[in-house]
Nanobody, 121 residues
Framework: QVHLVESGGGLVQAGGSLRLSCAAS????????MGWYRQAPGKQRELVAT??????NYADSVKGRFTISRDNAKNTVYLQMNSLKPEDTAVYYC????????????????WGQGTQVTVSS
């Protein structure tokens, strides 16, 4: 079983920065897409950013403020969040498409348990 463990959430003032980390462990051959999603109270979970082996993708609301990166050797994805706003307050979830075996290829999708980010005004 693959596990994703997030860290780095917390309370920060508007304009501040946080860096989230998500480490994947378990039977991993490789990881395709890794990403961050968030869910604010009373709202649906939404995409924040994703990163594949060749490209990144960001929600319009975080472009220019957040940066996603990954360390393939550590099976870890990061989210650097700058210029945080109160509307960024949410539980942030890590997501990954994990290849556990190459042939026949098996790809499963996993979620982390979430980490709370609170931005005060």
């Amino acid at each position: 079983q693959v596990h994703l463990v997030e860290s780095g959430g917390g309370l920060v003032q508007a304009g501040g920065s946080l860096r989230l980390s998500c480490a994947a462990s378990g039977p991993i051959f490789s990881i395709n897409v890794m990403g961050w999603y968030r869910q604010a109270p009373g709202k649906q979970r939404e995409l924040v950013a994703t990163i594949s082996t060749i490209s990144t993708n960001y929600a319009d609301s975080v472009k220019g403020r957040f940066t996603i990166s990954r360390d393939n050797a550590k099976n870890t994805v990061y989210l650097q969040m700058n210029s945080l706003k109160p509307e960024d307050t949410a539980v942030y979830y890590c997501n990954a498409d994990v290849i556990s075996q190459p042939m026949p290829t098996r790809v499963d999708n996993y979620w982390g348990q979430g980490t709370q980010v609170t931005v005060s005004s």
